[in-house]
């Protein structure tokens, strides 16, 4: 028997017309446009404009997804922090290269990167380690991230009791913690157009030059 669809409210359809992307305006260079790009969504009130959906792959070559925050980014790669010990880390561990999507639904817009990742410098991750607030310090040193607890509550007995150890001194960088940067070889700009004909420009580097080219949509 067939089943009954729910799906019957995504079946609503809108036309994108916020912009466009035309390649002969764009340089030669994708970080610039990723600059400028992310600028507007902070500009436009994007709800968390630096969220990204990052993919990984296991050792099985099963893909698990997840949003993660940009920290930082440079002319060499896009930076977040997690758990080195996390599902995402140990997939990194075994396979180093990873995706990016960003999606700013107010500016019709999202970007892809796709890239080899590395950890970065352990002096880095201290610097930023050392810029949070405290509660986010004991958070990352107590929750073995991906793994079962116990229970909600067991977790918060170690968090009270782990901040009221550090009153009065700050906790250090745990080893298990820290940064990642993609260091990107692909990078597509995508814009919403209507008729769904959409926008999509992708910079591509090969012999450490990019080269840019239009998709189809």
Request: net charge positive.
């Amino acid at each position: 028997m067939q089943q009954k669809s729910l799906m019957k409210e995504l079946n609503n359809r809108r036309e994108y017309i916020r912009g466009s992307l035309d390649e002969s305006e764009l340089g030669n260079n994708p970080f610039s446009l990723f600059e400028a790009w992310i600028k507007e969504a902070y500009d436009a009130s994007v709800a968390e404009p630096n969220a990204m959906c990052l993919s990984t792959v296991s050792k099985n070559n099963r893909p698990s997804s997840r949003m993660v925050l940009l920290r930082d980014y440079t002319y060499k790669g896009f930076v977040f922090y997690t758990n080195y010990r996390s599902r995402k880390g140990n997939d990194l561990k075994n396979n180093n290269y990873a995706a990016l999507n960003f999606f700013w639904a107010e500016l019709e817009r999202q970007i892809r990167i796709e890239g080899k990742v590395e950890k970065i410098d352990t002096i880095i991750s201290d610097l930023y380690f050392l810029s949070r607030p405290l509660e986010s310090k004991v958070a990352a040193i107590i929750s073995p991230q991906s793994k079962v607890i116990v229970s909600r509550n067991t977790l918060l007995n170690e968090f009270n009791q782990l901040k009221a150890e550090c009153k009065d001194k700050e906790p250090a960088r745990p080893d298990f913690w820290g940064g990642y940067i993609i260091i990107p070889d692909r990078i597509e700009f995508w814009q919403g157009r209507e008729y769904r004909l959409h926008d999509r420009i992708c910079f591509e580097k090969k012999n450490n030059k990019w080269e840019v080219s239009r998709l189809a949509p």
